[in-house]
């Protein structure tokens, strides 16, 4: 896939393994239209089992991270197009619940400016967000006369308290990046000039640890919320396993190794040590 064809997405991928993908229509605020949602499905699926990528980092080209879907291009001029509205609809779900949720390494929202009602599916669609302290979060479907559907109304009960999710939703009152990690709608703010360096800071730590650990991880926490305790604890030996049988690096004997017989690591002050072959090019063949 030729990233520089995308006219709505950016996709920068470093040396270090971060895929940087930020929705790029910074003069509509990042509103997403559309062809932005069908490019964001094709980009997602190319970066998911792309090798070189250890981690993806959701941002925002300009000074708002996403303003909520296009009113006038989502809504308005698909009113009366039922079977162009239909595509649109499935691929607006399609990357920011189905394929974002699910992408198997780990993903960071990385937010500034504004964030209005539909951006909050991506939000929780990724497993971290780190915001600005002078980013503005809101659920204005209210003040529009609709309401915080295509997923938007469940993402908030499941991830924020029942009292903050009916609050912010029916008054749509807006909240900064301190007050938004307070209620953990984000993992932490951090003062705008600084959100950069401390996303990639969480980034580059993620990309050293053993991916397929990660990936069962995300797998395994999203799952668990909805199954009763012994379904979950079923599920997680059977997970425990799988990542058992996928790990290339062994992880889980190397560890012990390192631990039991070396004395070479600890695991309360950092992770096992793994080989150049593991964290290096092998691993992208
Ligand atoms: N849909 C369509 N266009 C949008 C948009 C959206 N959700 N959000 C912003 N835009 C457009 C504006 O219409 C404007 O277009 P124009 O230059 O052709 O007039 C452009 O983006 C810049 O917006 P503007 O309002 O001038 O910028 P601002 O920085 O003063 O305010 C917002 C930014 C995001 C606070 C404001 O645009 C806004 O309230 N947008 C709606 C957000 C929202 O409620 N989204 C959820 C929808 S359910």
């Known amino acids: 896939m030729n990233f520089n064809e995308l006219k709505n997405v950016k996709v920068t991928i470093s040396d270090d393994g971060i895929a940087w993908v930020n929705l790029n229509r910074p003069d509509k605020r990042n509103a997403m239209s559309p062809d932005l949602h069908f490019e964001m ?19 925002g080209e300009g000074e708002s991270w996403c303003a909520g ?38 993903t960071i929202a990385m937010v500034h400016g504004y964030c209005f009602g539909g951006a909050f599916v991506q939000l929780f669609a990724c497993d971290f ?20 559907g295509g ?13 903050d999710a009916v609050y912010y939703s029916m008054t749509g009152e807006q909240l900064d990046g301190k007050k938004a990690a307070e209620i953990k ?27 397929q650990t990660l990936r069962t991880i ?9 199954m009763s305790v012994d379904q979950a604890a079923d599920y997680l030996l059977a997970k425990e396993r799988e990542m058992r049988f996928l790990d290339r690096e062994g992880g889980r004997e190397k560890a012990m190794t390192q631990f039991l017989d070396e004395k070479t690591y600890r695991p309360g002050y950092g992770e096992y040590q793994r080989g150049a072959e593991e964290q290096g090019e092998k691993e992208a063949s």
């Open 69 to 106: 879907q296009d009113i006038k291009l989502f809504f308005r001029e698909l009113d009366d197009k039922p079977r162009e509205r239909h595509l649109a609809r499935l691929a607006n779900h399609e990357w920011r619940w189905t394929l974002l949720s699910s992408f198997p390494k780990p």
């Open 129 to 148: 967000a780190i915001a600005a302290d002078e980013a503005l979060f809101g659920l204005s479907e209210v003040n529009w006369g609709i309401l915080p």
């Open 185 to 211: 709608l984000v993992t932490q703010s951090v003062p705008g000039e600084q959100l950069r360096a401390r996303t990639e800071a969480l980034a580059q730590e993620l990309a050293k640890k053993n991916p």
């Open 218 to 226: 995300k797998e395994s926490l999203r799952l668990v919320r909805g």
């Open 151 to 163: 997923l938007v109304g469940k993402v908030i009960v499941d991830g924020l308290s029942y009292r």
């Open 41 to 59: 499905v094709d980009v997602l699926k190319e970066l998911a089992e792309d090798p070189k990528v250890r981690v993806l980092v959701l941002g």
